[in-house]
């Protein structure tokens, strides 16, 4: 969640994480494209439209969608932790821009971080929980 500026380009830059998925995303004044680990974001996230209205859900909330280019490095996981992690990334970045839009992007739930993760496996069990079927003889 730091600011750079590099000759008068101010970037945002903000870190989500979400299951074993981490998202690096910078913010930069631009025309409101998203570009993941070097690909558009629409074809990264295969076009699904649950993918992209999730990343794009904090800019949607402040009516900021067409003034500020993404730019993800998203690793681990699938796509859907990476688009978790993503929208993440972007509000902790836009609480960096202006610090009074924490309360609206809290109130929509787009600061908290989902800490579910899969729970290991036990020795003895199946899975994590499911027990062998118990034979009495």
């Not at 004044?29 to 996230?45: C, D, H, Q, R, V």
């Not at 739930?109 to 034979?135: I, M, N, W």
């Amino acid at each position: 969640m730091t600011t750079k500026a590099d000759n008068t380009k101010v970037t945002y830059t903000g870190t989500g994480r979400r299951k074993s998925s981490i998202a690096r995303v910078r913010l930069i004044p631009g025309s409101g494209k998203m570009i993941i680990n070097g690909l558009a974001g629409e074809l990264y996230l295969q076009f699904s439209p649950n993918y992209i209205r999730i990343t794009h859900g904090p800019l949607n909330t402040l009516g900021l969608s067409t003034e500020y280019d993404i730019l993800v490095n998203a690793q681990g996981g699938g796509l859907t932790g990476q688009a978790d992690a993503i929208r993440l990334g972007v509000a902790r970045a836009l609480c960096c821009i202006n610090p009074e839009n924490r309360a609206a992007l809290k109130a929509e739930g787009h600061l908290t971080r989902d800490a579910r993760v899969k729970e290991r496996k036990k020795y003895g069990l199946r899975k994590a929980r499911k027990a062998p079927q118990f034979s009495k003889r």
